[in-house]
T-cell receptor, first 107, second 118 residues
Framework: AQRVTQPEKLLSVFKGAPVELKCNYSYSGSPELFWYVQYSRQRLQLLLRHISRESIKGFTADLNKGETSFHLKKPFAQEEDSAMYYCALTDGNKLVFGAGTILRVKS | GAGVSQSPRYKVAKRGQDVALRCDPISGHVSLFWYQQALGQGPEFLTYFQNEAQLDKSGLPSDRFFAERPEGSVSTLKIQRTQQEDSAVYLC????????????????FGDGTRLSIL
C-alpha cells in the first residue's frame, strides 16, 4: 500500500537555524511528491511539488528515490514558518498524506 | 473569494442523526475530492468526482457515507445515522482536469467542516 511517513510530530528550532522536515514514502512506481502547509487559522495550501524543482519561501525538497525520501529543507528558519507541514504523494487521482509535522520557530 | 468554499464550518449532531456537508469548488475545476481528517492525523481520501461522475469512492468508510455532484459543480457529502467515530474535519478540494498521465494538477482545499457527533 502507498504510505507516507513523517517521523516527527513536532520540530522546534530557533530563528535562523536550519530546518529539515523528514518525509519517507512507499510507492510502487514513480511517485509525485508534494509538501502542503497549514498556517494557524488558514486552510491547507500547496507549498511545493517535486516536479517543479523550485524554491518557495526559501524551502526546497529533493526527491531521493534510492532512500524513498522527500525531506523539506530551509537553511534559516523564520518565525513566520511556524505551521503544520504535510508531505503527500499522488496515488492515481488522490493524495495520500503523512500525519504531519508541527514546526515551531522560536525567537 | 475564488477559493473552495465549504459549509457549514462547524456542525454538531447527535449520534444517529443524518448530516449533509456542502462544497463549492473553484469555478471551472473539473475534479473534486473529499477527505476526512481525524484529530492528529493527515487527511484521508474519501471520494473523487470528475464533473458529475463519481469515479472513485474507495475511501468511503461505510455505506452510511454518500456523496453526489449532480451538476458537476457543487458537491454534497451526506452521512447517515452518524456515529461518534465520524467526528472529524471533512475537507473538500478541487483541481483542474486530471489528465491521468504525467503530472497531476494541484488540489486546492477549502477550510473544511468540523463535525462533532455527541
Amino acid at each position: 500500500a502507498q504510505r507516507v511517513t513523517q517521523p516527527e510530530k513536532l520540530l522546534s528550532v530557533f530563528k535562523g537555524a536550519p530546518v529539515e522536515l523528514k518525509c519517507n514514502y512507499s510507492y510502487s512506481g514513480s511517485p509525485e511528491l508534494f509538501w502542503y502547509v497549514q498556517y494557524s487559522r488558514q486552510r491547507l495550501q500547496l507549498l511545493l511539488r517535486h516536479i517543479s524543482r523550485e524554491s518557495i519561501k526559501g524551502f526546497t525538497a529533493d526527491l531521493n528515490k534510492g532512500e524513498t525520501s522527500f525531506h523539506l529543507k530551509k537553511p534559516f528558519a523564520q518565525e513566520e514558518d511556524s505551521a503544520m507541514y504535510y508531505c503527500a504523494l499522488t496515488d492515481g487521482n488522490k493524495l495520500v498524506f503523512g500525519a504531519g509535522t508541527i514546526l515551531r520557530v522560536k525567537s | 473569494g475564488a477559493g473552495v468554499s465549504q459549509s457549514p464550518r462547524y456542525k454538531v449532531a447527535k449520534r444517529g442523526q443524518d448530516v449533509a456537508l456542502r462544497c463549492d469548488p473553484i469555478s471551472g475545476h473539473v475534479s473534486l475530492f473529499w477527505y476526512q481528517q481525524a484529530l492528529g492525523q493527515g487527511p484521508e481520501f474519501l471520494t473523487y468526482f470528475q464533473n458529475e461522475a463519481q469515479l472513485d469512492k474507495s475511501g468511503l468508510p461505510s455505506d452510511r457515507f454518500f456523496a453526489e455532484r449532480p451538476e458537476g459543480s457543487v458537491s454534497t457529502l451526506k452521512i447517515q445515522r452518524t456515529q461518534q467515530e465520524d467526528s472529524a474535519v471533512y475537507l473538500c478540494a478541487s483541481s483542474l482536469a486530471f489528465t491521468g498521465t504525467g503530472s497531476n494538477q494541484p488540489q486546492h482545499f477549502g477550510d473544511g467542516t468540523r463535525l462533532s457527533i455527541l
